[in-house]
């Protein structure tokens, strides 16, 4: 069981939902559970899906993928989303492209503390990550002015903003239906991205 509720198969997709499955479909040619959860309610997958890929995959992002990767994986981390974090950090690695990186920033993120691996702009969109993640109620105009202070400009912060706003949506979506990887491909992209 991938999901605690039905999912229609890729292969028994009709109307709409066979539209959206082919507007879906991963670099692999599959469809991930993230969007086959929808299937009851395909109106709600063409939604996710463009916000996903207008939030991470835009090429108007001044950001690099890796780091928006990075971005996502903390943030699903912090929210115990296991399928999320499983896809995404299998992403930031293999964009990362440098196992040990990768292996510090895991056990980083694992014990909390970004700062073990990242500094500066970096360090301050984790930070504020963090806190929009775990404390979205004390969010004060202070945490913007700390990125800002680090040299981060209002565009870069509004895709980080983004990024964390999409995968605290995503992660409760994912949790709340105990939607897990049974049947994904994990890993979508080649090092020369």
Known sequence: MSAWIKMIEVDQAEGQVKTMYELVKTPHG?????????????????GHVTLYRSVLHNPDNSLPLWFLEVVASYTSMLNKCDYSFTHHFANARILID??????????????????QVFSGRELAFLKYAEKLTTQVDAMEK??????KQSGCDD?????????????????RLLNGLGVTTEGDTVGYYDKSQ
Do not use: C, W
């Open 30 to 46: 599959t469809v991930d559970n993230v969007m086959r959860v929808h299937s009851l309610r395909p109106h709600t997958m063409e």
């Open 98 to 115: 440098d196992n040990e990186k990768s292996d510090r920033i895991y056990e980083a993120f694992s014990d909390r503390v970004p700062e």
């Open 142 to 147: 202070g945490d913007y002015e700390q990125m």
């Open 155 to 171: 565009g870069e912060i509004l895709e980080v903003n983004q990024v964390v706003a999409y995968f605290n949506y995503s992660n």
